[in-house]
C-alpha cells in the first residue's frame, strides 16, 4: 500500500538510488543494468534465494530477448546451455503438421527453464556486480511514490525491524499479487482484463519429451500441449475447465487424455513419468495503463499479464527490463529523462501486440472444443491455412517468435 510517510523503527533511512522489488527475471536484469552502469540499488524478495532459484516457471525465450540479455553479459550460460528450437507440430484431425518457423524467419526459440535464467541472474548481480539483495523480507510498503522523494520500508525477518531506504526511484517487479501494483490499483490508472473461460492443468513430468519440438494438439475434447524442458523433464498442459481440482486429475487420467489429444497417425504416445507439479491455471490476461506513476514504474506481471497460451511473458518482462534497466541508467548517471519518460508507451505497444496474438492463438487451440460447429468449422480453416498458404505461415511465425515487434 500507499503510505505518505513510514513509522521509523530503524535508526535512520538507507539512502540508495534505486530500490526494486521483486527478484525475478525482470527485478534482476533491472539491478543488473544498473549495476553495469555504476549504480547503486537495492532488491527486495519476499522468498528466499533458494526457493527463486527453484520455482519451476516458462522457459521459452525468444531469440531478441536472448541478444538483448547477451549485450548486456547476462546470457553466457544460456548461450551454452540452452537447447534451440526450430520448428513446432500442430496435431489436428489425427495427422502431424510441422511448422518450421526457423526456414520460414531465420529465427528460433530458446528453451531455457526459467529458474536456471534467475539462478544466472543473481548470481550475476549479487556474487560478481556486487548488488544489494535482501530476501525473505516482509511486510513491504512504499511510500509517497508520486513525489520527489519516494521510499520503501519492510520488515527484515532475523531482526523484526522495520528498515527504511529513501529513493530517487522504485521498480515494481513484484509480480501480479505484489505491493507494487496493489499500491497504484486505487489511483488513475486504467485496468483492461480479459478472460478466456477456460483452464489448463500444467503438468511437469520426470519424462522425456515424445518429439523434438513443441507440440499442440487441437482436438474436439480439448488442447493439449507439450513443451521439452529437458531431455528428462516435460511440461504438458491440458485444457479443462476453469477452477478445476487438481487432484481429480490422477496419473492414470493425465496420461490417457495426452495420448489421445496430442495423438496422431505415425507419433510417438507421451513416454509416461513421475508428474512432480499439477496445477490449474485459470487462463486471463490483464494490462495496466500507464505502467508509470510518479517514480514508480511497473515491470513484467506488476504491469501486465498475458496467459501462457502463446509462451509471452517471461519475455515480455525482459523486454520491460531492458528498457526500465536502460532508462534509469541514463536518468542516474547523464540526466537524460526521454527514456523513462517513453518507458510505458514504448512497452505497451508490443504488450497490446502480445496479448492479441495470445487472443488469436487461444481460438486457434481451443475453437474446436468449444462445441460450438461453427466455431469448430472456422477454426479447422485458420489451422489448414496455416499449411497452405506462405502468406498466412509467414505472418504466424513473426508473431510466434516475437519479431513482428522488434526492440
Known amino acids: 500500500m500507499d503510505e505518505r510517510s513510514p513509522r521509523l523503527d530503524s535508526l535512520s533511512p538507507r539512502r540508495c538510488p534505486v530500490v526494486v522489488v521483486g527478484a525475478g527475471p525482470a527485478g534482476l536484469t533491472v539491478g543488473n543494468i544498473l549495476r553495469a552502469a555504476g549504480v547503486d540499488c537495492l532488491v527486495l524478495e519476499a522468498e528466499s534465494r533458494e526457493f527463486i532459484e527453484r520455482r519451476p516457471r516458462a522457459g521459452v525465450i ?26 513446432c507440430e500442430f496435431r489436428f484431425g489425427g495427422r502431424r503438421y510441422r511448422f518450421p518457423y526457423r526456414e520460414l524467419t531465420g529465427s528460433h526459440h530458446w528453451v531455457y527453464p526459467q529458474p536456471l535464467l534467475v539462478t544466472d541472474l543473481v548470481r550475476e548481480y549479487a556474487d560478481v556486480r556486487g548488488g544489494g539483495i535482501r530476501f525473505g523480507v516482509r511486510d513491504v510498503r512504499l511510500h509517497d511514490p508520486a513525489g520527489d522523494r519516494p521510499s520503501v520500508s519492510y520488515v527484515r525477518p532475523e531482526t523484526g525491524r522495520r528498515e ?7 521498480a515494481g517487479c513484484d509480480g501480479a499479487r505484489g505491493v507494487t501494483r496493489a499500491s497504484v490499483a486505487a489511483e488513475r490508472v486504467r485496468v483492461a482484463r480479459h478472460d478466456y473461460g477456460i483452464g489448463w492443468l500444467a503438468l511437469l513430468a520426470e519424462a522425456p ?76 490476461d490483464y494490462v495496466t495503463e500507464p505502467m508509470a506513476f510518479g517514480r514508480l514504474y511497473l515491470a513484467g506481471d506488476a504491469a501486465h499479464l498475458v496467459a501462457p497460451i502463446a509462451a509471452k511473458g517471461l519475455n515480455l518482462a525482459l523486454h520491460d527490463a531492458f528498457l526500465l534497466g536502460d532508462a534509469l541508467a541514463a536518468r542516474l548517471t547523464g540526466g537524460d529523462d526521454s527514456g523513462l519518460a517513453g518507458y510505458s508507451r514504448a512497452c505497451l505497444r ?54 513482428a515487434a522488434r526492440y
Open 209 to 284: 519429451p515424445s518429439a523434438d519440438c513443441v507440440l499442440f494438439g487441437c482436438h474436439p475434447d480439448g488442447f493439449a500441449g507439450q513443451m521439452p524442458r529437458s531431455p528428462g523433464v516435460t511440461r504438458y498442459y491440458l485444457q479443462c475447465p476453469p477452477g478445476d481440482d487438481p487432484d481429480d486429475w490422477p496419473h492414470e487420467r493425465v496420461w490417457a487424455e495426452l495420448r489421445r489429444r496430442l495423438g496422431a497417425a505415425g507419433a510417438a504416445p507421451p513416454a509416461e513419468g513421475r508428474l512432480i507439479e499439477k496445477r490449474v491455471l485459470d487462463m486471463h
Open 350 to 403: 508490443r504488450v497490446w501486440d502480445y496479448q492479441e496474438f495470445s487472443q488469436w492463438l487461444s481460438e486457434l487451440y481451443h475453437g474446436s472444443a468449444a462445441g460450438d460447429p461453427f466455431r469448430a468449422g472456422t477454426t479447422l480453416a485458420r489451422l489448414r491455412r496455416l499449411f497452405s498458404s506462405p502468406a498466412a505461415a509467414a505472418a504466424f511465425a513473426e508473431q510466434y517468435l516475437g519479431t
Open 62 to 87: 525468444e531469440e531478441w530477448a536472448v541478444r538483448g540479455l547477451e549485450r548486456r553479459g547476462l546470457a553466457r550460460n544460456l548461450l551454452e546451455r540452452a537447447e534451440r528450437h526450430t520448428a
Open 164 to 170: 527504511v531506504v529513501v529513493c530517487d526511484f522504485v
